[in-house]
């Protein structure tokens, strides 16, 4: 399972977002991965170590609105086939 992570500051560099996620989901970031940093599309994909897929559910309900550069994240869980990019700004 995986969840998406979007609304990335355009100032966060590409390890700066991933020490933050990694700092903040701990074991259960298994991966992580950016893209399109330094635009205001920014987004970071990462695979959730856990066994049942609720748990990202959880994970993306309870990291909903985290503050990273003072800017609100928005994140949610995506099944495995789904479209795994957010909506594009304009």
Known sequence: MKIIVWN????CSEQEVRDF???E???YAKDI??????????????????D????????AQQFNGKQLGGVSL????????????P???P
């Not at 990335?8 to 100032?11: G, L, M, R, V």
């Open 8 to 11: 990335i500051p355009e100032s």
């Open 21 to 23: 996620l990694g700092r």
């Open 25 to 27: 989901l701990g074991h």
């Open 33 to 50: 991965e950016v893209f399109e940093q330094g635009t205001s599309n920014a987004y970071a994909k990462v695979d959730v170590d856990a």
């Open 52 to 59: 049942d897929a609720y748990v990202a559910d959880v994970i």
């Open 74 to 85: 928005q994140v949610s869980a995506v099944p495995f086939g789904d479209d795994d990019t």
């Open 87 to 89: 909506p594009r700004r």
